[in-house]
């Protein structure tokens, strides 16, 4: 309790709340443009945070990492681009809501919701401290297996009526997440003898391939604005009404942010897809989820924040990333001189603390910038769109270049973003291929040590149980509710 | 016609040989930036390395230049170093980091690899040590109870062809069935797994080791066996110097067979163990540097390891092992670029026999 | 009748079963560790795409409906013929072969400069200031971020003849 107490006074040392500040506008710039993430961020801040003391590094990184989760809503919501790996979901109904004017009010929600969950997180993470280890100890190889399996089975919500199609564009990213050097032996598959496919192509690339570069030209075939309607409409004090009025979405949303996030390896890349997942299942009446239901902004946003401080949990409690950006965020605490792991509870745990705090001013101070921007910036949703394509492809060609610096990059982008276009055209989901993606890597790698080491009798084990009950349980739900509610019509379900 | 071609090309040379007058007068990089091309991503291990001498070059080479980490992460490391290989120019101005993860490649003769460590200049090398544990439930307190020890063990690794190939040699030396399970993402997941009890063996790198696993020795919770030891100027493997209470891996084999290490098996896994650990990570120039350029940055190297505050840095965050520069570090490498065929060759086979992997 | 099928719909479908075939055949050569995956997942990809296409091809032959499908990222409405909105994607896919090709020749520096210039002057038609006052706010941007993550951006063959001043080098 002294150590809590102790580092909230640290925080407000004007030196460490500088940093903090800072941090936050680093994360917010970075979390802004499309395609950089986490990872960008800490590349920058690494090289200064060289000989500083811990606390204010600390208060640097973490002000950082705290806000991208928020700030990539921007251009989640505005032109229907993952952000970072973590506002994914945010697109299906972010998007939808710009399109119809509603930019600023899918924000408002948004953004309040952001803070919500991450103050979740951050409260969650102080409590879960002294008990935390045990329970990250009870996930083993196989529990992860059947949590990633949890992850690609919202593959079918996210299908609407043509569930072959979203399995198919499933296994598409599956395929693509395959591509590369296998987790465990030097075999480089479908390489085609090219250098920079050993590697497999980055999680940027993809992301903004199926999904920056189709909006990008479609928008400029259509040859107007983001916005269908000439004005704007519901202001950002609705969205916050809305996020207001959906509590017990946010709360449960922010749960599932801060389990999954909690798990090392499975990184915050599926949460927000399970939160929507999870919404759409419970819910009766979905008839506008995907089309601009102000939940499908809500569920996401939450448990992206909330994931944040899950996600500090394995990292700082075991050095083991609980994300791509918490990997980097490791690489940092050694730089400064600190190896995570038991000793940050008995030996640093004022800096676990300053942590926690950090974690929940970041997020205020986040959140209430970026309302605060989202008047001016969703002007541009109104603006002919003209005027911002060269930027939007010179972001994504810088962007996804940064990725692994060759030329391969440039590429990966063209072919990736031809895809996209023609899966958008024709009806393949490409939510669901970005998941199969992201998944990809872990499921394998979980599947294959659990069947190494236990045979077939992993199956058998508690927790694996469980969680197959759950994946069930959900698939059934959401399929439930699905057939109560739509009674076909000849045409348009033709089989 | 002929005289002015004649005439511009005498121009072009003299305007071209002008450019390499400042190299010639004495090494100074003042103003400029030095690249140091890491082939890892950032908060990797070797990014922390890098990141962490790169202030000290800056305040030792010659005109105190900035020293920027360039990550050019990709293909296991072989794609930053077939770059630095073919397109970086020697002007002193772009020097790489090497890891054990860049060397195994180039010992196994992976058909990727294009770069050639004996062609680089080297400017200094940090070993790194290694320290082996045990679930306590066997009831094995030292090497000398792996005598005849007949319970199935398992790792968690990486991948036969990462650094585990080390440890896993070491276990099948000492006559341990021990199962590899492939997939892990690293020595960190690799302690959670022995945590959980996934696994019951286990290395870590002992600044993981003195910060993780000695609060699990104390509980009860792990038994420490042995380290892989450190390469003493000679070329003998002896007790690493940050643990000295532990054997290292000669010893404990001794320990089980009575008698010191010898034969193909352990002419390989000295091969390996020096590229792995004993010279972990290393610092090098392209072919054509100068000498002047290349003894600039040993001595630069030198004058850091004399530093206090650089010596306090290692202890809290390199593990503390003396770091070797110039021509001691380019002995100890040698070790690894002469490694005999028949070494190569047998852990090739042995590779392809004990995990069904080929190397291509 | 063959056009009715052989739309880009159909076409596309079948790609992709040839693609899942393609990676059987692959996976079968790789060893036991890493084939195991990508085999069983290209098999049971194989059989749905297999599935998929004949749907497909049942769609396009009674010329029935492809909508409806509920989610907004899934169906694109077009207030203009298919056909169109192809010629203009093969209008913009041009410009970006150009980029790209123009990168590879002048570097990306100069090339993502230019490109902003020649964009807004001639697609969004501003004036001439306006376009140069874009491109050079471009140049701007990724020199600053060229320095914060000590990236060197592509260079092209002009750059191996002469060297520009420090960000278009």
Redesign the interface.
Known sequence: MDAALKSLGVIFDPSHFLMLILGVLVGLSIGILPGLGG??G???L??II??MDPHTAFALLIGMVAVIPTSDTFPSVMM?IPGSSASQAT??DG??LA?KGEAARALGAAFTVSLMGGLFGAAVLSVIVPIARPI???F??PELFMLALLGLSMVGV?S???P??G??AA??G??IG?LG??????????TFGI??L??GIPLVIVGLGLFAFPEI??L??KGKAISEVATLGKGWLDGVKDALRHKFIILRCSMIGVIVGFL??LGGSVVDWIAYGHVIQTTRDREN????DIRGVIAPESANNAKEGGGLIPTLL???PGSGSM??????L??L?I?P???MVTENVDLLYTAIWSLALANVFGAGLCIFLSKPITRLTVI?F??L???M??II??AS??A????GD??AL?VMG?LG??M????????AALIGYVLSDN???????SV??YGLTWITRRGVIILALIIIASLVMGAFWQHKKAPRTG????? | MQKKWILLGIAFFLISSLGLVPLAQGVDFSGETIKWIIPFGVGGGSDVWARLYAPFFQKYLPGKPTVAVQNMPGGGSITGGNYFHTRVKADGLTAFGSSGSTSFPYLLGVSQVKYDFAKYHIVFASPTGGVAYIKPEFGVKSPKDLKGFKEKLAYASQGATSLDLIPLLSFEMLGLDVKAVFGYKGRGPGRVAFEQGETNIDYQTTTAFTKNVRPLIDQGLAVPLMTWGILDDKGNVVRDPVEPEFPCFPEAYEMVYGKKPSGSAWKAWKAFFVAGFGVQKAMWLPEKTSPEIVEAYRSAAAEIVADPEFQKMVKKSLGGYPQLVGQEARQAFNEVLSVPLESKQWVLKWLKERFDVTVK | MPSKVLTIRVIFAALVVLAFGYGIYEAVSYMYLAKIFPLYVCLAMFILSCINLVMEVRISWRQLDHSGVGFVDLESKWDMAMVEVLKRFCYFMGIVLVLYASISLIGYSLSITLFVIVFYRFITNTNWWVAIGAGLAGLGFISLISKLLVIDWPSGVLQNWISLPWPLG
């Open positions: 990872i960008v800490m590349s920058i690494l090289p060289y000989g229907g697109i299906m998007y939808p399109k990250v100890l009870a083993g190889s996210l609407g009526k043509r072959i199609k399995v198919l296994g598409i599956l395929m395959a050097d296998a987790p465990a032996v030097p075999e480089y598959r479908y250098d920079y050993m590697d030209v479609d400029l075939i090392p390896g989820f995907g089309k601009g075991f050095g083991i990997a980097v965020f490791l690489g940092g050694l730089i001189g190896q792991g038991p000793a002919p003209t005027y394509a060269p930027f492809i010179l060609t810088l270049y940064q692994s610096r060759g030329w440039l590429i063209l031809i276009w023609v958008k055209q024709y009806g393949w989901p490409r939510p499921i394998e790698t979980y599947l294959f040590i190494q080491r045409e348009d379900y033709a089989e």
